[in-house]
Nanobody, 125 residues
Framework: DVQLQASGGGLVQAGGSLRVSCAGS????????IGWFRQAPGKEREGVSC????????YVADSVKGRFTISRDNAKNTVYLQMTTLKPEDTAVYYC??????????????????WGQGTLVTVSS
């Protein structure tokens, strides 16, 4: 049974940092393309960043470029999203997802079959 467990969300002041994690069970995350997505209230889901099976970072949204970094720890079977210089507009539920489709669409997440439950990140001004 494939499960992705997202954690690490919380309340942070603007300008602060936070790291969210995505732990895999029943799946080896290094065998999949992994993406972080977010959905703010009243808005559509958007891709934040994703990593190919090879470890190459395939996508970083313009809105977070230079501030957010995706990484993977194979030993812990966990993928991270390090977020720095957070802004109120980063407030959203953050989801991790896994895909076994090569070159999955990191903007829409359509090929991603496995999704974590989401973790809420709130950035106060």
């Amino acid at each position: 049974d494939v499960q992705l467990q997202a954690s690490g969300g919380g309340l942070v002041q603007a300008g602060g940092s936070l790291r969210v994690s995505c732990a895999g069970s029943g799946v080896t995350l290094a065998d999949y393309e992994i993406g972080w997505f977010r959905q703010a209230p009243g808005k559509e889901r958007e891709g934040v960043s994703c990593m190919r099976e090879s470890g190459i970072i395939a996508y970083v949204a313009d809105s977070v470029k230079g501030r957010f970094t995706i990484s993977r720890d194979n030993a812990k079977n966990t993928v991270y999203l390090q977020m720095t210089t957070l802004k109120p507009e980063d407030t959203a539920v953050y989801y991790c997802a896994a895909s076994d489709v090569r070159d999955s669409n990191c903007k829409t997440g359509y090929e991603f079959d496995y999704w974590g439950q989401g973790t809420l990140v709130t950035v106060s001004s």
